[in-house]
Structure formats: structure tokens, C-alpha cells
């Protein structure tokens, strides 16, 4: 499953325009169903799970949800029963979309439900609730988040050599457990890392930076104003911003997270906003069975 970083770097007459540098690792080419950050968030719930002997994985998730996708293919992979407990209890009456499909494919139990009881996935009498329902089961936080998930993300940055040669690390955000594990793997250097929130998340990274800063961590530099509306919010502007960057770089980004994080990263550049010879390590996070949830990319 874990296999060597791979690292492009970008070449566009734009970059050199402003003579800043941009690589990108390529974690969408981890593995085709397992990809990106998806499965180093879930790399120590399964050794968790191994080693209480538990039979079952449960989590959480939208209908196009990468985390769900990702868990069901694990789950199969590894010799678990898993569970997806999904936001919208109209769904379950409805066709699967693809993601859906294949998760029950992987042999998932989707469980759907009310988007108010969705809300309860953090109480802890409502996950009691379904651990007594499960005894034998682990629960895993919605996309991986917490200090199990952030650890994996530690492992996904240490395979890269020299980390301290980036100026700064841009990641984009869901949970913010991504942005954390890098936080964290390059608490040691004077490597910044930048988050760009795919939802408004401005009071739930206030608190991760009091967390962070607790820790002695520098806090991330968060970049809101690249939403574009909202989670899954996939505008004709970020579309036409995706065909012209795989056009431009050969690289495809996802339509929920890493477009975004491109688009202002590139804005930025466009801005000064960096330096004359900063060098950044942009993520790509995978995803891209998301784009199922999309019109495909016209010529």
C-alpha cells in the first residue's frame, strides 16, 4: 500500500514569471481506490483494530463521501466489515450514486440517516449508542480526524527528503486533519503550512490553531476566500479553472478540494503574495472518484 512520495514540479512560463517554485505530491497516485490522504489518515485505526481484534470499522459521511469510499475498500482489503453511517435518510430509498454503489460493492452496511441526527456524530451518548449496537466495532471520526488520523498524515510527510527545502506546504481543508499531521511533521523546520478550507471552517481552525499552539506548533495560515460557496460548490469558473490546469500541467485536480487549493494558490502567486525564489509543496489529496459526482470535463 505505501509506496515511495512522488514529487512533480510544475513548469509554466507563469511560474517563472514570478519565479517561485511549485511541486506537488502526487498522493492522488497512491492507490486507485485508497488514494490521497485517505488512507494514511486511516493507516493506525487499522492497526487499532488489528490489534483489539475488533471485526468492524464504522464512520461517517456524505453521499460522495471520499472518507466512505475509501473505508469500504479498506474494509474488504484488510478482512473488516464496515459500516457508513450517511447523512440524509431520503437516500436511502434513492438509485446509488457512484460512490454509494461502490462502497456496497466493497461490502459496506450503509445505515442512512436524518441530517439532524447526522449532527449527533460528535456526542458521545449518540456514538455509545451505536458502539453497544456494534460492540465489537471501531468508530471512526468523521474523515479520519483526531490524533489517530493526524498520525498517519506525520508518516504520508516524513516520506519526503529534505522537507525543510519548502517555504511553505499548502493542503486543503475538510476536517482540517490533514493540515494538522503536516502541521506537526514540520514542527521542527522553518517549513509554514497553509490550509485552503473547501467549506467556512474560520471558527473550527481558530480552535485548531489554539490546539496547535498549545502544542508549541506554529499555527496554519488559512486562506478563506476560496470557498467558492461551500462545500461541493462547483462553480463554472472553478470548471473551467481545472480543464485549464490539467491542460497546462497534465495533472487533474479534484473538483471538491484541490481545485480550490490550485485556484488560490495560483491567485496568490498572481497577487506577489510570495517571495521571488519561495519554493511550496502543494498536496494533492486524490479524490478523484468525486469528479463521478460531476459532468465530466468537456473539450
Known amino acids: 500500500m505505501e509506496k515511495p512520495a512522488i514529487i512533480d514540479h510544475l513548469f509554466s512560463d507563469f511560474l517563472k514569471e514570478h519565479k517561485v517554485q511549485v511541486d506537488i505530491l502526487r498522493e492522488d497516485l497512491l492507490h486507485p481506490q485508497i488514494s490521497g490522504n485517505k488512507y494514511w489518515k486511516l493507516k493506525y485505526f487499522i492497526k487499532e483494530a488489528q490489534e483489539k481484534n475488533y471485526n468492524t470499522l464504522i464512520s461517517f459521511g456524505g453521499a460522495y463521501s471520499n472518507h466512505i469510499h475509501a473505508l469500504a475498500y479498506t474494509g ?11 447523512r440524509g435518510e431520503e437516500l436511502a430509498a434513492k438509485e446509488r450514486n457512484p460512490t454509494l454503489y461502490d462502497a456496497e460493492q466493497y461490502g459496506m452496511k450503509l445505515d442512512f440517516i436524518s441530517r439532524k441526527d447526522y449532527k449527533m456524530r460528535f456526542d458521545t451518548k449518540f456514538l ?36 525543510s527545502q519548502y517555504n511553505y506546504i499548502l493542503v486543503c481543508s475538510g476536517t482540517s486533519t490533514t493540515a494538522i499531521g503536516i502541521a506537526k511533521a514540520v514542527k521542527d523546520s522553518e517549513t509554514k503550512v497553509i490550509t485552503v478550507p473547501a467549506l467556512n471552517l474560520r471558527q473550527t481552525l481558530l480552535n485548531v490553531n489554539d490546539r496547535l499552539v498549545k502544542y508549541g506548533i506554529d499555527p496554519l495560515i488559512s486562506w478563506q476566500e476560496y470557498t467558492f460557496g461551500g462545500y461541493g460548490k462547483f462553480p463554472d469558473e472553478l470548471r473551467s479553472f481545472c480543464k485549464d490546469f490539467q491542460k497546462e500541467y497534465n495533472i487533474l485536480p479534484d473538483p471538491v478540494y484541490t481545485s480550490k487549493g490550485l485556484y488560490g494558490l495560483l491567485d496568490k502567486i498572481s497577487q506577489g503574495y510570495f517571495k521571488k525564489g519561495t519554493k511550496i509543496l502543494f498536496v494533492h489529496t486524490g479524490g478523484l472518484q468525486g469528479w463521478r459526482g460531476y459532468n465530466k470535463l468537456s473539450d
Do not use: C, W, Y
Open 128 to 163: 455509545d449508542t451505536i458502539k453497544k449496537k456494534h460492540p465489537n466495532s471501531l468508530i471512526i471520526p468523521e474523515g479520519g480526524a483526531g490524533d489517530t488520523g493526524e498520525k498517519g498524515v506525520v508518516d504520508m510527510i516524513g516520506r519526503i527528503q529534505n522537507i
Open 76 to 86: 474488504k482489503k484488510f478482512g473488516f466489515k464496515t459500516i457508513g453511517i450517511i
